[in-house]
Nanobody
Framework: QVQLVESGGGLVQAGGSLRLSCTAS????????MGWYRQPPGKQRELVAS???????DYVDSVKGRFTISRDNAKNTVYLQMNSLKPEDTAVYYC??????????????WGQGTQVTVSS
């Protein structure tokens, strides 16, 4: 069983920056996608950014140019650098690991979530 441990959330003023980290507790499949989702109060969870094991990235339009997702495969860790934060970025941010996507052996795991609050 893989556990995902997140860190780096907090309170920041608009225009500030935060860096989220998520580390998998065990060695993970070399074929995987790691991502960050967020869930604002009273809203549905949405995908913010994802990165494949070959470091191909994708972002939701609202964060393009402000957020950067990266990973360190040797450390089983994914990062989300968030710059120029806005109050609408306030949400609980969840790390996700999707192992072997598109195969019968697909498994998905979630972190516990970390709160990001951006004050105006």
């Amino acid at each position: 069983q893989v556990q995902l441990v997140e860190s780096g959330g907090g309170l920041v003023q608009a225009g500030g920056s935060l860096r989220l980290s998520c580390t998998a507790s065990t060695t993970i499949s070399s074929i995987n996608v790691m991502g960050w989702y967020r869930q604002p109060p009273g809203k549905q969870r949405e995908l913010v950014a994802s990165i494949t094991s070959s470091s191909s990235t994708d972002y939701v339009d609202s964060v393009k140019g402000r957020f950067t997702i990266s990973r360190d495969n040797a450390k089983n860790t994914v990062y989300l650098q968030m710059n120029s934060l806005k109050p609408e970025d306030t949400a609980v941010y969840y790390c996700n690991l999707d192992q072997r996507p598109g195969t019968p052996w697909r498994r998905a795991y979630w972190g516990q979530g970390t709160q990001v609050t951006v004050s105006s």
